[in-house]
C-alpha cells in the first residue's frame, strides 16, 4: 500500500507533507527495495535491525538472562548458518518486542497534551489496552520491572495471568468505547495494582536513571500520537 494512500495530507504543523515523507523514505532506502510509491517489493525488507539496535538488545538480554526467548531470536541472528525464513521470524519478533516496549509509554500520553507538557499517566485509556494486548504477549508473567540501576519495585501478581487477570477485569468493564477516548478511572485494589504496575513501566521506559522524563522520547512519542490523531 502506497505510503500516501490517505492523500497528501500536512504533518502536524504543516512542514511535511505526505509526498515529502514518501519521497525522503524512497531516499534512504535501498533501491531494489521500494518502488517510485514507495511501496516494498517484498514485505520482509520492512523488517530490519541495525548494529545499534542489536547491541542494546544484546545488552537487556546479559542483563535478563531469564528471557530465553529473545536470546534465542539473538542466537539466530548471530548465527551466519541460519535460514532465511529462521532469520525473518526472528528479526520479526525482536521488532514487536522492541515496539511492545517503547510504544506502551506513548500511550500513556495524556489526552489533550501539547507538545511541551512532558506528562505520561496511567489514567489513559489506551496505556493499559497497550499493556493487555502488547505487554502481556511478550511478558506474560510480568510482575515488576524497572530501569537499570535503580531500586528495586513492588512485585504485582496476576496482572497478565489469572482467570481472569487483573488487566482482563479492568477490560471488560472498560470496552472499546471507554478506553479509546477517556481517561480511566480505578476503582478497586485489583485495578489501583493495574495502575501501579502501569507506573513502574512509564518509570522504566520514559525516564532516565535520574528519574526525569526523557525529553527526546517524550517528544518522539507526542510526535506519534498527535500525528495519529489520538491526544
Known sequence: RSLCADGDKACLNGDLTCTEARDRLINITRP?????????????????????????????????????????????????????????NAIQSLDYFVY??????????????????????????????????D???????????????????????NICTGNPSKLQSLFDRCPDSCWQTNNVKFLNSNEKDVRDFLTQLIDATARNANGNIDQNHYDNCWTLECSQGRL
Open 100 to 133: 511492545s516496549i517503547c510504544e506502551e509509554s506513548c500511550d500513556c500520553v495524556p489526552l489533550g497534551s501539547k507538545r511541551n507538557a512532558k506528562i505520561f499517566t496511567p489514567k489513559r485509556g489506551n496505556c493499559f489496552a497497550h499493556a493487555y494486548y
Open 135 to 157: 505487554i502481556c504477549k511478550i511478558w506474560p508473567s510480568l510482575e515488576t520491572i524497572k530501569l537499570e540501576g535503580t531500586p528495586n519495585k513492588r512485585r504485582i501478581s
Open 32 to 88: 531494489r527495495d521500494v518502488d517510485r510509491l514507495g511501496n516494498f517489493y517484498n514485505c520482509r525488507n520492512i523488517f530490519t535491525i541495525n548494529s545499534e539496535c542489536a547491541s542494546k538488545l544484546r545488552e537487556y538480554i546479559d542483563l535478563n538472562p531469564c528471557d530465553t526467548k529473545r536470546k534465542s531470536y539473538m542466537d539466530i541472528l548471530d548465527d551466519p548458518n541460519s535460514g532465511s525464513d529462521a532469520r525473518y
